[in-house]
């Protein structure tokens, strides 16, 4: 269990800004990823993917590709032994067996000394497929009737919703409903809603509608796999979680977990994508097959088409007010598109709808429907942005409706601790509404009447603002701590570093056992040596595995200090460590090195143990974090563009352990959220295909199209967390697209649900309206 | 039963939420589905090649050799900016590869004969965006040169791979329509020249044969009282392509327009010219009220499509706003 | 078919490398010269972590034949900077803390260098437009942006 940490000594390791250790690594291009790595005989991998978003297979022919030189092998799920006819989860689906159900599924698999080669043989497979009907759109596909997607008695798939530590004890029922495409549903109640709204004054209903939109990693997936002579398995894997990796890879292809190694190489981004199993297995299956390592990359192409993208939301929403601005009733129905298996987060939806303001009566439905589209999987705060975006903006539109000030209607309004939240547990203690009075306070909000006076040239200028945030993940972790010989320490954790956490648990480290930070050294073992730890998701590394790492380093510094206090003869009571040394308190001259107590653990015939100190904890109490945005826009009314002249965001990060790494989360979270809210999504046809399979339609913001981000930490202790720290990673993807609509509502006078907040949409809008 | 043609589809009533239809060039004809019968998918109807052979010829007589070979089997490279992202994507699987960048008579940008500016066909869009002489005097073509993708795109996509691709949103066409330039092509029988106002005859259609290359352009100077403007629009700011371009190029004398020139892309299969909005300038000073009035005359030109980039709707839109801008633009440019 | 030869510059060295006539400048750094530093983000100009000079210009070197290389001069982060001896640039990268997960980083530093080069003293749209080929996905680019500036002014102080 977590315990508060509480010092008054003067921390040499809390609160500053130290860049990445690996920084110069980095700047060098010499770090590792997956796709560097070229061991002797490496085979490279392709994988021949459906066309058709739905289709039986009738025949592959793979013999031309086999009789291709320099290719290896060729595989289809005929030669797979261990595939399940009904694959549980995306990942059991190595190769489609019959039936495709998304457009990009891999039907074989190539292994080839070149990847020309490999890419020629793909072109020899011959696969006759009978085309069937679609199910591409979820409103449709929620329909009695529809075309089926999942085999009949696939169940759904909850994996997702716990790994990302949701709210919990909401009953989400996982039998489908009549419609065969309803995958999980689930209903939040509260009150009388119809009475609520009888007495109302102002009510609203809108739709609001986020596409899917894909985590936009720099670095396709990756895996190198090589198998030994004894059956082991070693994967060097581009993942947020290598004990993940592991437990996935060893059901699927049904082997004892001690039989694989997962090693983390450095992640080139994940957000979410690079959670579940995607590539790993049919690359394993491949190198077993040729007796090499094989080493599959996706093309840009292929993540695009074939990644596990976030869930399409469309939120439909009624909300009633009085005159006087009491919340009266909500009325809402969330529809998450999950693609061809079930994974959706669809708790989270109903959390943030229902309860992150207060409303005495609600009724919210949520579904998950199946399409025939590459299945989902988390992004950075999952649903939580789509979200909010439908809550803010109806929480705008109703201020406005009433002429209330913003932002007094939203606090006035806004959870506080212990509050009850939609699934009848208190709210946790949180930072919502320190952040969003303290964005209020920006000379930018204040200033809003002048900026939109300013509107000059034809251009509409405007200011808007949200407020988000993210529940927090959990999940139990380990880490130890070891003295070496010289004093200096050593950290270990499983846990992968995606976000430049490892500085942040090194400070952790140092402050907690009493040294310098540079004098300790962090690694992230792999799957076979590092102690079993969760993922680097769920913004819950810091908090968690901050906490493993405190108190392995307070176990350490104890035992430091009892075999000092023997060869001092002191009391444990009376000793501290100051400069690299354990010293009686006031007698600066009467102590003993941590070099000393070091060696002396390690010494040939030494009777002094050395010193190891371990942490395995559990947690049971999240650190809800939020987070509030406010754009400054300038909009062209005839051509739609906007352009975004100042950014805001305000978080509440409990401790800010590193503020330089906090900055940049902070930073990079907002421009994801501004993609989402400007130009991004993967847009698909009626027949289930994506037609923007390339990074010059998918449209992810560049450094033109933006300003700098200001940052401002707030800091509302969590009781849990390390030095008080919560989760920074997720809360800030949360607010933009409100925020934006905000903005372009003040600007234009005209109000979008649908995202992305294109031009075209805005130029049509506008135009429309005048 | 769904068929992809050029002028692809849009699915959906006005108001509603648009599926876009892929443009025919982004599938190749082995995607195209049937629903309810089965068909062979990936036969070997062409050869499969993602291997190919390099030619590296070091001038153009040697380019011409090279094509009269084995035209129809090979590909000419200059910037590789379309081209390498055609034969990643399967799109194109040439036998030959023809390298351009040997042959430095093609990167070339001299004046012709007092007429005008001789560019070569391999110049690329950052030497465009940044030439004084194409700057001085065609100021239109500079700034398409400049919209180019990004600097490390600009870098390499050439002035020739732009027209010769002819995607309908090729940046560089409109300015050299609006400057009545001229394409200068030579093959086995010798040079010719083509106005480019016909160069282009279809989506990714030129009049260049298969064993021809596009050596130069001339752009015959516009003349004293002249300025041109080329604007396009696009959802970022850099990394992206035209949802609609439009290039205008007026030419001034006492007061009087004597020559307007306003040319389109990406809202027809090739880049067009909107001769009625031309010629209700020309003749008369240039105000407000017919830039307005040309800008209207300039969307019945516009035949665009609808697709994921944009729709029919907001296509002609634009073209209203940014001939209007462009030809603004131009007359300020030519005042000055 | 027969591998080709290619001559060029790399890094300040000669180099002689065997390549298909099908391999990019980027396959061949990387799979032929061990030059893992540029990346493959998307292999089709689009994102920028591919971005190496060519004769002192940021090119998308997913985009070249390696065999357009020959006779030219290739710089890649590799020949930047090292541990030890880094470019200013780098140095100021690691300072404001701005390499997260690192994977644009290379392509980001060459751009860079290449837009100080040709223009010592950037303005902030300018800075912005000449990484603006580069993608990122986890800093945002506000570091980059106060990283490159920095270094920019801190070149202008010395040579004033």
Redesign the interface.
Known sequence: MATVMKTTRDVKGIGLSIPRPDGPEKVTGQVQYVADLSPRGLLHAKLLRSPHAHARILRIDVSRARALPGVRAVLTAADIPELKKKAPTRAHAVLAIDRVVFAGQPVAAVAADEPAIAEEALDLIEVQYEVLPVSADPLEAMKPGAPPVADSGTEADTSEAQAHGSVAGITTEAKPAKAVNISQQARLQRGDVAKGFAESDVVIEKTYRVPMVHQGYLEPHAVLAQWDTAGNLTLWASTQGSFNTRTEVADVLELPENRIKVIPMECGGGFGGKIRALCEPITAILARATGRPVRYVMTRREELEAGMPAPQVIIRLKTGVKRDGTLMALEGEAILESGAFSGAVLAVSGVFLASLYLWPSFDVKGFEVLTHKPSIAAYRAPVAPQTIFAIDSQMEQLAKAIGADPVEFRLRHLQREGDKMANNQPWLSNGGAEVLTRIAEHPLWKKRAEWKASSKNGRLRGTGLSLGGWLGGLQPTGATVRLNPDGTLQVLTGQVDIAGTNIALAQIAATAYGIDIDKVKITTGDTDVAPVTGLSAGSKTVYTVGVAVMQAAQNARTQTLEIAAKELEASVHDLEIDDGKVVVRGVPNKGVTLAQIGKKGNLYMSKVEPVLGTSHPAFSVQAPAFCAQLARIEVDPETGEVTVHDFVVVQDVGKAINPLAIEGQMQGGAVQSLGMALTEALLYDDQGRLTNPSLLDYRKLTSADLPNIETIIVEKPAPHGPFGARGVGEPPIVPAPAAIANAIEDATGVRLTELPLSPERIALTVASAT | MLRYTNAGRVVGGPGERIHYAPMSIVWSETQQSRLGASWVAESSRRPRVRRFELILPESVDDCVRALAQRGPEAKLLAGGTDLLPQLKNGLLKPARVIDLSGVARLRAIEPADGQGLRIGSAVTARTLELDRAVRARYLSLAESGALVGSVQVRNLATLGGNLCNAAPSADMAPPLLALDAEAVITGPKGERRVPIATFFTGVRRTVLAQDELLVELLVPTPGPRSGGNYLRHTPRRELDIAVVGVASQLTLANGVCTKARIALAAVAPVPVRATAAEQALEGQPVTPERIARAADLAVEVARPISDQRGSAEFRRHLVRVLTRRTLTTALARASA | ?AK?VLNCTVNGEPAEVLV???D?LLDAL??RM????????????????C?VH?DG????S????A??A?GHVVL???G????GA?HPL?EA??????????????GV?M?AA??LTENPRPTE?E???????????????????AAITETAGAAAGRRS
């Open positions: 078919m080709l298909q006539p099908w990019t990387r799979e061990g030059l893992t530093g540029p990346k493959e983000g998307c292999g089709t100009g689009d994102c920028g972590a971005t060519l210009q940021p090119i998308a997913c985009l070249v034949l065999m357009q020959r890649t982060i590799e930047l900077g090292r541990p880094l780098q990268f690691v300072r404001h803390g701005v390499p997260q997960c690192g994977f644009c980083i290379p530093l751009a290449a837009l749209e800075i912005r437009y000449g990484i603006a080929g580069n993608l990122c996905r986890c800093t945002g680019y506000t570091k980059m942006l």
